[in-house]
C-alpha cells in the first residue's frame, strides 16, 4: 500500500485542470496556456508571491463552472461579450466557496468575465474587479484568439488589435502591460510550446509553503468528483458512492483506517476521464452505438494519465486506470490478465460495478440490494470479478448497500 501522501499543492492543481481540457478527441490546452499568459503579465506587475499563486491557480482552473456541460464548454469559447458567460464564472465560485483549500480562488474566478466598464451580474466595475480576475478575463481572450495553423509571430498584431477594439472590456493598463510583455518573442513562443508545461510548472514548486496530506486531498478530490457526477443527473453521486462502498470493502478486507482512507480518495476520482464524454451520451436512454461506446471506453485511460501527473499518486493513478479490466482478460483499456490485477483495483471494480447497479440509470431503475448481488455473482462465474470480494459483498450486503445514496452528502 501506500505511504502517506503529502503532496504540492501545485502538481494536483495542475493535473485536475487537465481534467478540464478533456474533449472526445484528446486533451486541449486553454486553461495551461491562460495560466503562463496570465502570469507574464502578474509577473510584469510585480504581484507578491501570494498573489501570484492565487493567479496561477485561478486561472488553471477559471472555466471549471463549464466542465460538466458541454454546451457551456464550447458556448464560452466562441462568445465574447453576452450576457450568458457570466454563468459559468458564478458556477465556478458556487463550486469552489465552500472548499477549505480552494476557496480563496472562489472569488477570482466568479468575476473572471466582469467587464472592466461594468454592466456585470456582480455589480462590480473598475479597480473594484479582483485584479486576478481582471488579468484571467485578459489572458483568457488573448488564449482564444490564438489560432492554430498560423505561426504565431504572424498572429501578434491581429491578435493585440482585436484586444485594444475590446477595451470596454479589459482593464487598460492590463491591456499596456499586454503590449509590452507581447513585444518579447518569448512570450508568444512559451504560450504555444506545448513542451514548456514541465519547466512551468517546476518554476512554482518554490511555493511549498503548505502541503496537502491526505483529507485535504479528499477535500479538493471532492470538489472535483462532484464536478464529475454533475455530468448527469443519473450519476448525482455515483462518484462519492464507490468512495464510500470501496473505503468500507477495504477495511472489510482488513486495511487500515489510513489505508481505506486511501480507497476513499481513489474512489472520488476514478471517473475524473468521464469529462472527455460529452452529456449526450451519459443520459442516452437507449443502447449506445459503437462510436459512443468507444468515447465512453476512454475514461479509465484518461483518469489514469492524469492522475500519474500528481507525485505519490503512482498507485491511485493505476488502481483508476485498471478498474474495467476483467480477470478474463478482455476489459479496457489494457486487456491484463489476472495476475496483473491488483487487489485494490478489484476492489474499486466491484464497488463501482455494484454502486452502479443500485443506482438509477437512464435505461433502468436502480435494483435492490439482493438483485445487484445476484448480477455480481454471475459475473463472478463469467471471471469477470474476484469471487472473493463479491462473496465480502454477499456477507455484508446490507452495510455496503447503506453507502450507496440518490444524492451527494
Ligand atoms: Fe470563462
Ligand atoms: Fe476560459
Ligand atoms: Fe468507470
Not at 474533449?23 to 486541449?28: D, P, Q, R
Not at 482552473?61 to 466542465?67: E, M, N, P, S, V
Not at 509571430?153 to 510583455?181: G, N, T, Y
Not at 493513478?317 to 490478465?337: C, K, V
Amino acid at each position: 500500500m501506500l505511504e502517506q501522501i503529502n503532496i504540492h499543492p501545485i502538481t494536483f492543481i495542475s493535473a485536475l485542470s487537465m481534467a478540464l481540457e478533456l474533449t472526445t478527441s484528446g486533451i486541449a490546452n486553454h486553461h495551461r496556456r491562460t495560466a503562463i499568459i496570465a502570469r507574464f503579465i502578474g509577473r510584469h506587475l510585480g504581484l507578491g508571491s501570494y498573489d501570484d499563486q492565487i493567479l496561477v491557480y485561478s486561472a488553471l482552473l477559471h472555466d471549471i463552472g463549464a466542465a460538466a456541460d458541454w454546451y457551456e464548454k464550447h458556448y464560452i469559447v466562441h462568445a465574447t461579450d453576452n450576457d450568458h458567460i457570466f454563468h459559468h464564472a458564478e458556477k465556478g465560485y458556487q463550486i469552489l466557496k465552500d472548499s477549505p483549500q480552494l476557496n480563496h480562488l472562489a472569488n477570482p474566478i466568479r468575476h473572471h468575465h466582469d467587464r472592466f466598464l461594468g454592466g456585470n451580474p456582480t455589480g462590480l466595475a473598475g479597480q473594484d474587479i479582483p485584479l486576478a480576475s481582471r488579468i484571467i478575463h485578459l489572458a483568457d481572450r488573448i488564449e482564444v484568439l490564438i489560432a492554430s495553423g498560423e505561426h504565431i509571430f504572424l498572429q501578434r498584431e491581429r491578435i493585440f488589435d482585436q484586444i485594444r477594439q475590446s477595451e470596454h472590456l479589459f482593464d487598460p493598463e492590463l491591456v499596456a502591460v499586454f503590449r509590452e510583455v507581447s513585444q518579447r518573442e518569448v512570450f508568444w513562443l512559451d504560450v504555444v510550446n506545448l513542451n514548456i508545461e514541465s519547466r512551468f510548472f517546476s518554476d512554482l514548486a518554490f511555493w511549498d509553503k503548505y502541503t496537502f496530506e491526505i483529507d485535504d486531498l479528499i477535500h479538493v478530490a471532492n470538489v472535483f468528483s462532484s464536478v464529475v457526477d454533475s455530468t448527469s443527473h443519473y450519476t448525482a453521486a455515483h462518484s462519492q458512492n464507490v468512495a464510500k462502498v470501496a473505503q468500507e470493502m477495504a477495511l472489510i478486507r482488513g486495511f487500515s483506517s489510513d489505508e481505506a482512507k486511501q480507497m476513499y480518495l481513489t474512489g472520488l476520482v476514478h471517473d475524473l476521464g468521464k469529462l472527455a464524454v460529452p452529456n449526450e451520451i451519459l443520459n442516452k436512454p437507449g443502447k449506445l452505438t459503437t462510436e459512443e461506446r468507444e468515447i465512453v471506453k476512454q475514461h479509465p485511460y484518461y483518469s489514469q494519465r492524469i492522475l500519474e501527473r500528481v507525485e505519490g499518486f503512482g498507485h491511485i493513478a493505476n488502481w483508476i486506470g485498471t478498474h474495467h479490466e476483467t480477470l478474463d482478460g478482455h476489459g479496457y483499456p489494457f486487456q491484463l490478465q489476472e495476475r496483473e490485477i491488483e487487489l485494490c483495483s478489484r476492489i474499486l471494480a466491484v464497488a463501482d460495478i455494484f454502486s452502479a447497479l443500485v443506482e438509477d440509470r437512464p435505461y433502468r431503475a436502480g435494483m435492490n440490494p439482493p438483485d445487484a448481488l445476484a448480477v455480481l455473482r454471475e459475473m463472478a462465474l463469467q471471471q469477470k470479478v474476484d469471487t472473493r470480494l463479491v462473496d465480502d459483498v454477499a456477507d455484508n450486503l446490507d452495510a455496503l448497500a447503506a453507502q450507496v445514496s440518490k444524492f451527494r452528502t
